[in-house]
Nanobody
Framework: QVHLVESGGGLAQAGGSLTLSCTASEGTLSRLPMGWFRQAPGKEREFVAAVSGSGGRTGFAESVKGRFAISRDDAKNTVYLQMNSLKPEDTAVYYC????????????????????WGQGTQVTVSS
């Protein structure tokens, strides 16, 4: 069992930056494929970024490519989402997720492939 806790959300101005963290308060994230998703009011949850179990592969939604970066530090049991050049349309609740199978090369953008989810952290970008 893995219990995920997101932090780092808040209010930012357009063009600004925020870094989200996702830490396992229970269990380990080591070698687990990880992802970030977001859900804006009135919209469905959407994929944002993913990192493979080894950290060697990453993937991003087209809407954030070139602006966001995902990384992991298994020693700290934490995955990060660095968000730069923020836009008002990035406003959403951001969720991190973990696959329960420790596959080093696995990378997925499908929410149904993830087994553990955090409670979410609000990111609001003002224009």
């Amino acid at each position: 069992q893995v219990h995920l806790v997101e932090s780092g959300g808040g209010l930012a101005q357009a063009g600004g930056s925020l870094t989200l963290s996702c830490t396992a308060s229970e269990g380990t994230l080591s070698r687990l494929p990880m992802g970030w998703f977001r859900q804006a009011p009135g919209k469905e949850r959407e994929f944002v970024a993913a990192v493979s179990g080894s950290g060697g592969r990453t993937g991003f939604a087209e809407s954030v490519k070139g602006r966001f970066a995902i990384s992991r530090d298994d020693a700290k049991n934490t995955v990060y989402l660095q968000m730069n050049s923020l836009k008002p349309e990035d406003t959403a609740v951001y969720y991190c997720a973990a696959d329960h199978v420790p596959i080093p090369w696995a990378l997925t953008s499908r929410s149904e492939d993830y087994d553990y989810w955090g409670q979410g952290t609000q990111v609001t970008v003002s224009s």
